[in-house]
């Protein structure tokens, strides 16, 4: 009797999970598609400061990139006299919009910037508005030469306050170098924090990595994704790489992958000889038809 | 031929002069033109729309095109084949056949050459291969020779059609009348002196010795342009000796149906005979043998080994999805025709145009499957490739564009028979005298 009572209460829970689930999972269906809208800042060495709408689309728990979504961006307030511009978002989901010249006035005006992002309502979705807050600021990329050859990079944070700027504690800063498609750590730390001087100290540990043919490379600094500064990087050029010979695969000498002017020797004796003998054969029966043609000029009809 | 020798001069020129095409003529070349206009309208959609019209994509990016480009490369094989080898062989019955050779070889190198050019998504670069081209690349190597090729085609079908063209100028009849003016730019200064004769005699020979290995050149290049890439079923070393086998039959299979449909439309009974179809026949016997020795010979040896790499393309030929195309070819283009026309009745007229018909069409399948099935199986396949790259067939601008330079050809060798004589009528002169 015992055991028949267990397994009904094994049952039953089963059964009541089984439907939990399926409710769960009802629920899951049931919700409506979801906007999920997203502005960030970005301020990268040497370009115009920019920003990036992104915009995704929650359906049946799945996130994917929402395509064709016009987005109006705005500098502080949303009205037309403050407006950066209309963008629409790509295959990716993604827009971009840099600042227009006529809202260098309200740019230079304060130190602490909102920009506002509000999508325009479409069939699927109601109009959504994204804000954030960006406190201008910038990085200071130094170098400093230590003790037994060792190289050393200072990376400064500096928020902007009117003509001024002060350095800031605290922050988290990637130091690294730019590499062809991804932003290599320089030591064994991705990431650095500055100090009570607002300065994050990083020792360069990789000696022998390749750089162009002076052996320069590109490192730089960057804070990613910050409540208050968004996304600020700062490159410089060092020649603290290993020089690379520009001719790694041998182009520059002559080879079957070398370029035209440097096709192997044997080749081109081969190639040009066979070309010239054949040519050379055709030139003269050209010449012999007009050697008949002169006989037949000449000869009496 | 026999019989010709006994017809009087007269009679052999009124023979063979060039005629006016009849009301089946007329439609013959309605058709063609209509279907080199539609080739040109899918070719115009190609360069208005990209190369994207067609079916090619990363897997197979030589489709159609090319297999198109090597079949009209072993067509035009034939000019060698018959005008130069058997000419220096001191073969005389092949006399009335050289120029149904040449005229086929020059309209197929023509094509092959404009071909390659439609392959090319942006023709108008196409000056950059020249100005531009690597002595390294194989792809540069087949520009010369085919240019080469054309060249020394042509001129060996214009020396030997001076004398022929004395003839038309001499002779004029309504179907010539309208080209006189060009056989005059072309041969009006052709007197039949000693002089002249020697120095084209001489001419000519050189020609057919230059010729043969500039014609085994394009076809060796052409099996490079395969051999040298990684991929599987053209990773050999056999390859320049399998294409001139097949390019040999290939162009031999055109010349039989040429002579056929000629004799058939003009008459030629005389000049064309049985014996020409006969002997044609055991020559076409023999390369079918050679081109199936190599075929044994390219196919068996992978499948022995059975290498990892060519296991899935060699699978899905003798098993697989080309299984029936891969064996169809095979009997179509080799095995049948060559049971046909090993009975001497089997090589009567009749039975050898259809053995020429199987080979030809053959010969054009047998290039689509040494094309598209390698390109199917790449040594190093992507990941997540789109469906669309794992299977082709062609758009219908892609056959539109390749039943286009087929009718073109053919143009081209209907144009030329209409112009000049099929059958060279001074050498049948000469060789009757000599009998």
């Known amino acids: 009797m015992k055991k028949i009572c267990i397994l009904y209460g094994r049952l039953a829970g089963g059964l009541l999970l089984s439907l939990l689930a399926g409710a769960a999972q009802a629920q899951a269906q049931a919700q409506p598609p979801a906007l999920l809208l997203k502005l960030d800042y970005f301020n990268n060495a040497n370009s115009v400061p920019y920003l990036q709408v992104?915009?995704?689309?929650?359906?049946?728990?799945?996130?994917?990139?929402?395509?064709?979504?016009?987005?109006?961006?705005?500098?502080?307030d949303s009205v037309?006299?403050?407006?950066?511009?209309?963008?629409v978002t790509n295959e990716a989901g993604k827009a971009f919009a840099t600042l227009p010249p006529s809202l260098q006035a309200a740019w230079n005006a304060g130190d602490k910037l909102n920009f506002i992002a509000i999508s325009t309502p479409t069939h699927s979705f109601g109009a959504q508005t994204k804000i954030i807050e960006i406190t201008k600021a910038r990085l200071i990329l130094d170098t400093v030469a230590g003790q037994d050859g060792a190289r050393t990079l200072l990376v400064t944070v500096q928020e902007l306050q009117g003509d001024s700027a002060v350095n800031v504690k605290d922050v988290e800063v990637k130091?690294?170098?730019?590499?062809?498609?991804s932003f290599l750590p320089i030591g064994d730390d991705a990431s650095y924090t500055t100090d009570s001087t607002g300065t994050a100290t990083a020792t360069f540990a990789r000696d022998s990595l390749p750089g162009d043919a002076k052996g320069n490379l590109v490192l730089g600094a960057r804070i990613e994704d910050n409540d208050s500064y968004g996304n600020i990087s700062v490159l410089k050029t060092l020649p603290?790489?290993?020089?690379?010979?520009?001719d790694h695969f041998g182009f520059n000498t002559r080879s079957l992958w070398a370029v035209s002017a440097k096709a192997p020797l044997a080749l081109l004796i081969i190639a040009f000889t066979m070309i010239l003998a054949v040519w050379g054969i055709i030139i003269y029966l050209v010449f012999q038809i007009f050697r008949i043609k002169k006989l037949g000029e000449t000869a009496p009809s | 031929m026999e019989k010709a020798l006994k017809i009087p001069d007269e009679q052999i020129i009124a023979?063979?002069?060039?005629?006016?095409?009849?009301?089946?003529?007329?439609?013959?070349?309605?058709?063609?033109?209509?279907?080199?206009?539609?080739?040109?309208?899918?070719?115009?959609?190609?360069?208005?729309?990209?190369?994207?019209?067609?079916?090619?994509?990363?897997?197979?990016?030589?489709?159609?095109?090319?297999?198109?480009?090597?079949?009209?490369?072993?067509?035009?094989?034939v000019g060698s084949l018959i005008t130069a080898i058997l000419r220096l062989a001191n073969v005389k019955w092949s006399t009335p056949l050289t120029r149904i050779a040449e005229m086929i070889a020059i309209a197929a190198i023509m094509f092959a050459a404009l071909i390659i050019i439609i392959d090319m998504g942006r023709p108008e670069r196409l000056l950059n291969v020249f100005v531009h081209g690597r002595i390294q690349s194989p792809i540069i190597w087949d520009v010369v020779v085919i240019t080469t090729y054309f060249f020394i085609s042509f001129l060996l079908l214009y020396l030997p059609l001076l004398p022929d063209i004395k003839i038309l100028l001499s002779s004029p009849s309504a179907a010539t009348r309208p080209f006189q003016k060009l056989y005059r730019v072309m041969g009006s200064f052709w007197k039949g002196t000693y002089a002249q004769t020697l120095i084209s005699d001489k001419a000519i020979n050189i020609l057919c010795i230059t010729i043969i290995p500039v014609a085994f050149g394009i076809h060796t290049v052409t099996s490079w342009l395969f051999a040298t890439t990684f991929r599987p079923g053209w990773d050999s070393t056999n390859f320049g000796a399998y294409f001139i086998s097949g390019a040999f039959l290939a162009g031999s299979g055109a010349v039989v149906v040429a002579m056929f449909v000629v004799r058939k439309a003009y008459q030629m009974d005389d000049y064309i005979t049985d014996d020409h179809f006969d002997k044609m026949g055991k020559i076409v016997v023999l390369l079918a043998l050679v081109y199936l020795y190599f075929n044994i010979s390219e196919y068996l040896l992978p499948a022995f080994k059975m290498k990892e790499d060519e296991e899935a393309h060699l699978k899905e030929l003798f098993v697989g999805d080309w299984a029936v195309k891969f064996w169809t070819t095979i009997l179509v283009s080799m095995i049948l025709p060559m049971l046909l026309l090993l009975f001497k009745s089997g090589r009567k007229p009749l039975p050898m145009f259809i053995a020429g018909i199987m080979i030809v069409t053959g010969a054009w399948f047998k290039r689509y499957i040494i094309v598209v099935p390698s390109m199917l199986h790449p040594f190093l396949p992507m990941h997540d490739v789109p469906l669309s790259y794992k299977s082709y067939f062609p758009s219908w601008e892609e056959w539109a564009i390749a039943c286009g330079s087929l009718a073109g050809g053919m143009l081209v060798i209907t144009l030329l028979v209409r112009i000049f004589p099929i059958v060279p009528i001074h050498e049948t002169m000469v060789e009757k005298k000599a009998n």
């Open chain 1, 80 to 87: 037309p006299a403050n407006r950066i511009g209309r963008v």
């Open chain 1, 54 to 76: 992104t915009a995704t689309e929650k359906a049946d728990g799945k996130l994917e990139p929402l395509k064709a979504l016009p987005v109006q961006l705005y500098l502080n």
């Open chain 1, 175 to 181: 130091i690294g170098v730019q590499r062809q498609a």
């Open chain 1, 240 to 246: 603290w790489g290993r020089a690379k010979s520009l």
């Open chain 2, 15 to 77: 023979d063979l002069l060039p005629r006016k095409f009849g009301k089946t003529g007329q439609l013959w070349v309605g058709l063609l033109m209509c279907i080199c206009l539609l080739g040109v309208y899918a070719y115009y959609r190609q360069l208005r729309y990209g190369l994207g019209v067609t079916a090619m994509r990363d897997y197979v990016s030589w489709g159609l095109y090319i297999s198109n480009f090597v079949f009209f490369v072993a067509i035009s094989l």
